[in-house]
């Protein structure tokens, strides 16, 4: 059974940088799609991007010049950095193990990270 | 404004069948798997179907669902108060590249 635990600071302010990262335990690494996603105050849901095990990555056009996903292969880990931080970046992040390429298909998820950008 | 539409809210008495809709367009439910959601405020959210109707395991037989042209539902039989929670959608849009969603219904259990 995988599980997810992500960790980072939650209470920023506009300009400065997110940085978020999420532990894999159990499971495999390989062949699973790494992924962001964040819940807005307004209960929207948007996918912010992911990353494979070979680094390569795929990101929201809406989010793309701001976000960077990296992964640690050996530590297990992936990482989300978003830049330039408005408090339209305000959210609950979470970081989900996605199942298939170009699906939401999420089948385990962290707990969540409250962002909040002042 | 979420891509997929859902009704911000469903309720039910123990027992009783409820069904939660999810509304999109060509370029998204009608092309493509659908997948549904249910998330408790603070913990982390759990895939209750994927592939339109298929329930991973752990997931009760009392969650089907369905899906017909640009539409999707999901059905809760012989409600429960557990399962008082937030149930979303989601699936690929080909028209922007990437995933969409629905915008969440409360499901309250009378």
Same mark, same amino acid.
């Given at each position: 059974?995988?599980?997810?635990?992500?960790?980072?600071?939650?209470?920023?302010?506009?300009?400065?940088?997110?940085?978020?990262?999420?532990?894999?335990?159990?499971?495999?690494?390989?062949?699973?799609?790494?992924?962001?996603?964040?819940?807005?105050?307004?209960?929207?849901?948007?996918?912010?991007?992911?990353?494979?095990?070979?680094?390569?990555?795929?990101?929201?056009?809406?989010?793309?010049?701001?976000?960077?996903?990296?992964?640690?292969?050996?530590?297990?880990?992936?990482?989300?950095?978003?830049?330039?931080?408005?408090?339209?970046?305000?959210?609950?992040?979470?970081?989900?193990?996605?199942?298939?390429?170009?699906?939401?298909?999420?089948?385990?998820?962290?707990?969540?990270?409250?962002?909040?950008?002042? | 404004?979420?891509?997929?539409?859902?009704?911000?809210?469903?309720?039910?008495?123990? @027992?009783?069948?409820?069904?939660? *809709?999810? !509304?999109?367009?060509? #370029?998204?439910?009608? =092309?493509?798997?659908?997948?549904? $959601?249910?998330?408790?405020?603070?913990?982390?959210?759990?895939?209750?179907?994927?592939?339109?109707?298929?329930?991973?395991?752990?997931?009760?037989?009392?969650?089907? @669902?369905?899906?017909?042209?640009? *539409?999707? !539902?999901?059905?809760? #039989?012989?409600?429960? =108060?557990?399962?008082?929670?937030? $149930?979303?959608?989601?699936?690929?849009?080909?028209?922007?590249?990437?995933?969409?969603?629905?915008?969440?219904?409360?499901?309250?259990?009378?």
């Amino acid at each position: 059974q995988v599980h997810l635990q992500q960790w980072g600071a939650g209470l920023l302010k506009a300009s400065e940088t997110l940085s978020l990262t999420c532990a894999v335990d159990g499971g495999s690494f390989g062949g699973y799609y790494w992924t962001w996603l964040r819940l807005s105050p307004g209960k929207q849901w948007e996918w912010i991007g992911d990353i494979n095990y070979n680094g390569a990555t795929n990101y929201n056009p809406s989010l793309e010049s701001r976000v960077t996903i990296s992964i640690a292969q050996s530590k297990y880990q992936f990482s989300l950095d978003v830049r330039s931080l408005t408090a339209a970046d305000t959210a609950l992040y979470f970081c989900a193990r996605g199942v298939g390429y170009h699906v939401p298909w999420f089948d385990s998820w962290g707990q969540g990270t409250q962002v909040t950008v002042s | 404004q979420s891509i997929l539409t859902q009704p911000p809210s469903a309720s039910g008495t123990p @027992g009783q069948r409820v069904t939660i *809709s999810c !509304s999109g367009s060509t #370029s998204n439910i009608a =092309s493509f798997y659908i997948y549904w $959601y249910q998330h408790l405020p603070g913990t982390a959210p759990k895939l209750l179907l994927y592939r339109n109707d298929l329930r991973p395991s752990g997931v009760p037989d009392r969650f089907s @669902g369905s899906k017909s042209g640009t *539409s999707a !539902s999901l059905d809760i #039989s012989g409600l429960r =108060s557990e399962d008082e929670a937030d $149930y979303f959608c989601a699936t690929w849009d080909d028209a922007l590249s990437g995933p969409v969603f629905g915008g969440g219904t409360k499901l309250t259990v009378l």
